[in-house]
């Protein structure tokens, strides 16, 4: 049902830099501020990136994200062990009275 | 900082009513701030919105599960629930509360596996 589209995997090596897609539409990514969150193995999720590109207290700034258009990204850069999680993009979409929508997820690996 | 913790039976029975609390400690249910709300994922799957209630009790529901469901505002106890009926085995997973403001989840709880079976 997601209307977010990540790409389901992504890798890296310690220290290399890793990108994230969050491709959307006019009606959630285009109008409505994006955010990202880090799931760890067997954790709840936990905000790391709030209104596009805006880090909560605690969130390390080697995690930044953007937007243009209908689409967003996240970085992360100087990939440590401990980055190794699902990462999932979201938005408010206001098309079907409302909806808060979820990316389909991207699973990171530090190789 | 706000803490919030789930509670409720982990095995429904298919076609029955699933039925989860969330109790809210380090602040007020009552607060203009937040939307109160609920998120579930399924076993090895991605996230879903399941709707969010505000202090006044009015409720935001994802339009996929809006006949099925409840989300109340207990203001009396800090706490804010669930219903969910003729649950089936698509909705098992597990189910977290969350804080959300604008576009933003803010806090989550440790979430609460809940599982439909015969």
């Known amino acids: 049902q997601s209307v977010l589209t990540q790409p389901p995997s992504a890798s890296g090596t310690p220290g290399q830099t890793v990108t994230i897609s969050c491709s959307g539409s006019?009606?959630?990514?285009?109008?409505?501020?994006v955010s990202w969150y880090q799931q760890l193995p067997g954790m709840a999720p936990k905000l790391l990136i709030f209104?596009?590109?805006q880090w909560p207290s605690g969130v390390p700034d080697r995690f930044s994200a953007s937007k243009s258009g209908t689409s967003a990204s996240l970085a992360i850069s100087g990939l440590q062990s401990e980055d190794e999680a699902d990462y999932y993009c979201a938005s408010w979409d206001y098309s079907l009275n409302g909806l808060y929508v979820f990316g389909t997820g991207t699973k990171v690996t530090v190789l | 900082q706000l803490q919030l913790q789930e509670s409720g039976p982990g095995l429904v029975k298919t076609s029955e009513t699933l039925s989860l609390t969330c109790t809210v400690s380090g602040g007020s249910i009552n607060s203009e701030t937040y939307y109160w709300g609920w998120i579930r994922q399924p076993p090895g799957k991605g996230l879903e919105w399941i709707g969010s209630?505000?202090?006044?009790?009015?409720?935001y529901y994802n339009p996929s599960l809006k006949s099925r469901l409840t989300i109340s505002i207990h203001t009396s106890k800090n706490q804010f629930s669930l219903r969910l009926t003729s649950v089936a085995a698509a909705d098992t997973a597990a189910y977290y509360c969350?804080?959300?403001?604008?576009?933003?989840?803010?806090?989550w709880g440790q979430g609460t596996l809940v599982t439909v079976s015969s």
């Open positions: 209630v505000y202090y006044t009790g009015r409720t």
């Open positions: 209104g596009d590109n």
């Open positions: 969350a804080t959300t403001t604008g576009s933003t989840v803010d806090y």
């Open positions: 006019s009606s959630n990514i285009g109008t409505n501020a």
